[in-house]
């Protein structure tokens, strides 16, 4: 019907009422976020923001889809061997770094063993330990052998930090980073804006439209909203729970908000009083009830979980109940534990983050009738990884989605896993084997009774309190076309234009 209008009306009418072309559109997308990025070496970047930033300049060799399914990205196709040991990988050709240089299987192969380098101090490191030896028979192909059987193996080679750097160029990365992505690094001022242009030479044909992006460093949510509202910025990435309904209600923003599996917990340090006892952290269970927090806290934008596996996935153990606040019980737990009056602990929460800030208040209202004194502690998120992170006996922390049930698990629980040795310090026999035995296997009958079996002792030996699985918002001007919120919280914006 448009068409046949069209065709009727003069020529130059026609063009004012014409709806944009998304082929020939342009401009830059300004989107605004919470917090300097600190580091801009995706190896080594661990925040939603840089996260963003690594997703933007950078490509893997597989990429990660809004619906969760792993696509080819950098690798045009791989294979496997039965025994789920040997991942051939066969690069796409031609596919250019923003210096212009061609990437090839050997930037690949440093790249992941810069990543396995203890030094590199990668927080995913452990999650590619299982990788024994790589090697490159021609330059588009690249062969990984593993210690164990791994199933997921290309779907974790998604994830955000495992971008494919230059092996020439890895001591550049934290001042002038370079990739292969779809937009190219120009220029960053911390506590103002990230600027990148788009790559004219990127490897798909007709990506990116967009002239560009900009990441507006805004700390002040309330500025944010303003910002959007008025047409200053394009998009808020990660809108507050409180805020979703509200603007839903304005016609000038399209607000999206999806289920994921990103958690926030509070932090119990196993190895230091009062969180060194079982018993202790199975009381703040009984103490504080997760449908409550949900409620309180992310106004019923998220779900009650036991663990970092979110109530949405199958694997999810249904028959484990959430615990209904009973503050006798966890009274009667604290006593056996040698806390007749209760218990006194700071609990520290990251000042810039309130959602967890909130939280933490939450937790410590909640508990306080079950004989849980707490004081909160408030800390910049900047100085968590100095101060808290490991140190403080009792902290809201939180982090996103990964790529397999695997990598959203075993870092985090396994007595050996790197992000486990930063937060719980946790030891469970069962849950170490339950973990081990999942790795080994890439059918979901096989795994699934290995991570109830899990998670049904972590509810009897809890690590910490995983309070939800929170759903992640983000709000646009609607002139902003073909960018979907990513339950993996970063954007693809390669399609993305502005219809202004």
């Not at 995706?42 to 597989?62: Q, R, S």
């Not at 292969?180 to 690094?185: I, K, L, N, Q, R």
């Not at 606040?325 to 056996?336: F, I, Q, S, T, W």
């Not at 030996?461 to 646009?476: Q, S």
Request: proline residues 9%.
């Amino acid at each position: 019907m448009t068409m046949l209008l069209r065709l009727a009306l003069p020529a130059a009418l026609a063009a004012v009422i014409a709806l944009p072309d998304p082929a020939a559109a342009q401009g830059v997308l300004r989107i605004a976020v919470g917090t300097s990025l600190k580091l801009l070496d995706p190896a080594k970047t661990t925040t939603g923001e840089e996260y963003i930033f690594d997703n933007l300049v950078f490509n893997g060799l597989t990429r990660m889809r809004p619906d969760l399914e792993v696509e080819p990205e950098l690798a045009e196709s791989w294979s496997y061997t039965p025994d789920l040991k040997t991942w051939t990988f066969k690069l796409r050709k031609g596919v250019k770094f923003h210096n212009g240089r061609e990437m090839t299987a050997d930037d690949v192969i440093a790249t992941y063993k810069r990543i396995l380098d203890p030094a590199t101090g990668s927080g995913p490191r452990s999650n590619y330990e299982m990788i024994d030896a790589m090697e490159a028979p021609d330059p588009y192909t690249v062969v990984f052998r593993l210690k164990y059987a791994y199933g997921g193996f290309a779907d974790i080679l998604s994830d955000r930090q495992v971008k494919i750097l230059p092996r020439d160029l890895f001591d550049q990365m934290a001042t002038a980073p370079v990739g292969t992505g779809p937009f190219v690094f120009k220029s960053y001022t911390p506590g103002d804006r990230l600027i990148l242009t788009k790559n004219a030479a990127y490897f798909e044909s007709g990506q990116p439209k967009l002239d560009g992006v900009e990441l507006r460093i805004m700390p002040e949510m309330s500025v944010r909203i303003a910002a959007l509202q008025a047409g200053d910025i394009d998009v808020l990435w990660e809108l507050p729970p409180e805020q979703v309904k509200p603007l839903k209600s304005n016609p000038a923003l399209r607000v999206d908000s999806v289920a994921t599996a990103s958690w926030d917990a509070a932090i119990m340090n196993n190895a230091i009083p009062p969180f060194n006892d079982p018993r202790v952290r199975k009381a703040f269970h009984l103490a504080v009830d997760k449908r409550d927090v949900v409620e309180l806290t992310l106004f019923g934008e998220g779900a009650p979980t036991i663990s970092p596996i979110p109530p949405t996935h199958p694997f999810f153990a249904k028959d484990v109940p959430v615990t209904k606040a009973d503050p006798v019980a966890a009274k009667r737990l604290l006593r056996e534990a040698g806390h007749p009056n209760g218990v006194k602990v700071p609990l520290v929460v990251p000042v810039g983050r309130p959602v967890r800030e909130r939280l933490g208040v939450t937790l410590q209202q909640l508990a306080k009738p079950a004989g849980f004194d707490i004081e909160i502690q408030r800390v910049p998120f900047a100085r968590y990884a100095a101060e808290v992170s490991g140190i403080a006996p009792f902290y809201v922390d939180g982090y996103f989605a990964r790529p397999t049930i695997d990598t959203g698990t075993h870092p985090f629980l396994h007595s050996q896993g790197s992000w486990n040795a930063r937060l719980f310090k946790y030891k469970n026999k069962t849950v170490d084997e339950a973990l081990d035995k999942a790795r080994l296997t890439g059918k979901p009958e096989e795994q699934k009774p290995l991570y109830i079996a899990m998670q049904k002792a972590m509810a009897d030996d809890p690590p910490g309190y995983f309070a939800y699985a929170v759903n992640f918002a983000c709000a646009y001007r609607v002139d902003v076309k073909d960018v979907a919120t990513h339950p993996m919280r970063w954007f693809d914006l390669r399609a993305g234009y502005v219809a202004r």
